[in-house]
């Protein structure tokens, strides 16, 4: 079973930066794709970037510019660099875990628990 852990969120003034990390352990994958997700408030969850196994990385418009998604394989890790944030960036963050790739959904990854990010003054 893949075990799924995020870290890092906060409260955070917008224009603030905000670095989340997810850390995955338990999988047997070769190939590992791993990515970020957030539910904002009454809103569906939705992929926010991911980077898969081959180091191909997608981004959501509403953040390119701004995340930067990092990865550590030898650690079967990845990061997320926030900056510029903005309320609207207000969610629950969630880590997906996949074979290869993540998809635009994660259905078929492992999750973890989701860690908060409140953007606010």
């Known amino acids: 079973q893949v075990h799924v852990v995020e870290s890092g969120g906060g409260l955070v003034q917008p224009g603030g930066s905000l670095r989340l990390s997810c850390a995955a352990s338990?999988?047997?994958?070769?190939?590992?794709?791993m990515g970020w997700f957030r539910q904002g408030p009454g809103k569906q969850r939705e992929l926010v970037a991911s980077?898969?196994?081959?180091?191909?990385?997608t981004y959501a418009d509403s953040v390119k510019g701004r995340f930067t998604i990092y990865r550590d394989s030898a650690k079967n890790a990845v990061d997320l660099q926030m900056n510029s944030l903005k309320p609207e960036d207000t969610a629950v963050y969630y880590c997906?875990?996949?074979?290869?790739?993540?998809?635009?959904?994660?259905?078929?990854?492992?999750w973890g628990q989701g860690t908060q990010v409140t953007v606010s003054s």
């Open positions: 980077i898969d196994s081959d180091g191909t990385t």
């Open positions: 338990g999988n047997d994958y070769i190939e590992v794709g």
């Open positions: 997906n875990v996949d074979r290869a790739f993540v998809s635009a959904t994660g259905l078929f990854g492992s």
